[in-house]
């Protein structure tokens, strides 16, 4: 099994700037692919960010492309999200997620380990 604890959310003004880390502990080995996921109120979860296991293919939303970074750092088991010029679409509820079956997995049923989510709020 392996865990995963997000940290890093907050309330922070449009225009401003947030970075979200996902510390994984357990049998992280396993893990090949990870992604960011967000839920805002009244909507369905959806995909921000992911990136493999060595940290050289990522891939970004359209809606975060150009404002967004998700990186890794293996050694440490964490991975992070980088937002800057946030907006208030981007309030949400964001969650960290890991795979052991695909490297880039885009639909978050391909995951099998989620964290307990960490609250964005932008103001504007």
């Known amino acids: 099994q392996v865990q995963l604890v997000e940290s890093g959310g907050g309330l922070v003004q449009a225009g401003g700037s947030l970075r979200l880390s996902c510390a994984a502990s357990g049998r992280t080995f396993s893990i090949v692919g990870s992604g960011w996921f967000r839920q805002a109120p009244g909507k369905e979860r959806e995909l921000v960010a992911l990136i493999n296991w060595s940290g050289d293919n990522t891939y970004y939303a359209d809606s975060v492309k150009g404002r967004t970074t998700i990186s890794r750092d293996n050694a440490k088991n964490t991975v992070y999200l980088q937002m800057n010029s946030l907006k208030p679409e981007d309030t949400a509820v964001y969650y960290c997620?890991?795979?052991?079956?695909?490297?880039?997995?885009?639909?978050?049923?391909?995951?099998?380990?989620w964290g307990q989510g960490t609250q964005v709020t932008v103001s504007s």
């Open positions: 997620a890991a795979t052991r079956r695909f490297t880039m997995a885009t639909r978050d049923s391909l995951y099998d380990y």
